[in-house]
């Protein structure tokens, strides 16, 4: 059984949209970030995925999100599935893509450049069953339809199968392992993202005009220029 369910993005906009759940709850259950669902809850993020139900999948019940709702610090459990999928045969060669869905490969390629940019040329061939010369010339943006291009998810178009998205998703993952050393922009944990930092008052500067000096040589100057008019 799989810790994660099927389609996590598409089960995360369905449990938003349907359940009171929380976003750590959603989060634990679909392996994904909180502010991810944060953001699917706020329209920011799978403005173009529709919602899965994991209850007609058979990978959660209704009384196990019922449960959690009841208790915010309750993780929803991943139901076993009963239903056993044959061996994906392998294929040798180029996919076979129908006349009728090829007009559709380039907003899958779209798609996949855009959600998965980690995929290789040849993992996005493999599932769309395109070319290297498409797949540049939407990445760079000069295919001679790219201002009317929409990305869709070739899961949806019927171009591959979610279980085929899921492996060579995983395997350009292992390919590309996360570099330890990398220092750039990566997401914070959700316990640093809502810490409320105490406001520290900055101390005195000790160039800080001394006030009363100031008043002094104040008094001075206009006790002379009284003293000037009396004369």
């Not at 994660?4 to 709850?25: E, G, H, I, R, Y």
Request: glycine share 4%; hydrophobic share 35%.
């Amino acid at each position: 059984m799989s810790n994660a369910p099927l389609m996590p993005k598409a089960t995360a906009v369905w449990l938003v949209d349907n359940t009171a759940l929380t976003f750590d709850q959603v989060a634990d259950f679909t392996k994904m970030h909180p502010l991810e669902v944060r953001a699917i809850a706020d329209g920011d993020a799978a403005q173009g995925i529709k919602g899965m139900d994991p209850i007609s999948t058979g990978q959660l019940t209704r009384e196990e999100i019922e449960k959690a709702e009841r208790d915010p610090n309750y993780r929803l459990r991943l139901q076993e599935s009963k239903v056993v999928l044959p061996p994906q045969p392998k294929r040798k060669g180029p996919r076979y893509t129908p006349v009728s869905r090829r007009h559709e490969r380039p907003s899958a390629i779209l798609w996949l450049v855009r959600n998965h940019p980690e995929l290789k040329d040849a993992s996005i061939m493999r599932l769309v069953g395109t070319t290297k010369s498409t797949i540049a010339s939407v990445r760079d943006r000069t295919h001679w339809n790219a201002q009317t291009l929409t990305p869709m998810d070739p899961v949806t178009l019927g171009l591959c199968s979610q279980i085929e998205l899921d492996f060579e998703v995983q395997r350009a993952a292992k390919e590309k392992p996360l570099d330890a050393n990398y220092s750039g922009a990566t997401l914070l944990p959700a316990s640093e993202t809502t810490r409320k930092d105490e406001y520290e008052p900055a101390g005195r500067d000790e160039d800080d005009l001394n006030v009363d000096a100031v008043f002094a040589k104040l008094k001075t100057i206009g006790g002379k220029k009284h003293d000037e008019d009396e004369e």
